[in-house]
Each structure stands twice: as structure tokens, then as C-alpha cells.
């Protein structure tokens, strides 16, 4: 239940939030004086906050749009962005 909790946690915050608590968490585990069970416990919520983050950039990759340009120069609209390219 408490598991469910963090999950729930982690799918409330906004992208910056999250990525700042995976910065301090890849932090933590870089320096290396985390006790095993913690270090698994961290990964694992960092895991999920780098699966959420890509969430929410996927979502806000496909709102973008790319200003077309007419033959003189100037904006004559926008088309969905590629994202191939």
C-alpha cells in the first residue's frame, strides 16, 4: 500500500520537481555511501521518476508545433512538429 502511495506521489508532480528529486537521488547513489537495501530502494524510485519525466516530455513533445514559413520569410502558420528529424 505504501508502494501505491509513492506511485501516486511521483504521477502528481510537475517535471521539474521531479527531475530535481532524480538529480538528488542519481547524486546519492553516485557517491557510493548508501547502504545496499537503500541504494535499491532509491534506484527504484528513481526509475520511476525518470519513466514520469518521460511522460510528461512526450506529452509536451506532441503540443508542439513549428511555426511554416511563406516564401517571403514571414509566418504563414504551423504544422505538427517532426520529431523524426
Not at 520537481?17 to 548508501?34: H, N
Not at 509536451?60 to 514571414?74: Q, S
Request: aromatic share 2%; glycine share 8%; net charge negative.
Amino acid at each position: 500500500m505504501a508502494e501505491k502511495a509513492k506511485q501516486e506521489d511521483i504521477g502528481s508532480m510537475s517535471f521539474e520537481i521531479a527531475m530535481a528529486e532524480l538529480e538528488q537521488i542519481v547524486a546519492k547513489l553516485e557517491k557510493g555511501d548508501v547502504e545496499l537495501e537503500e541504494s535499491i530502494a532509491i534506484y527504484e524510485r528513481g526509475e520511476a521518476l525518470r519513466t514520469h519525466c518521460d511522460g510528461l516530455l512526450k506529452k509536451a513533445e506532441a503540443k508542439v508545433e513549428k511555426i511554416t514559413l511563406n516564401a517571403d520569410g514571414k509566418p504563414a502558420g504551423t504544422e505538427p512538429l517532426d520529431v523524426e528529424n
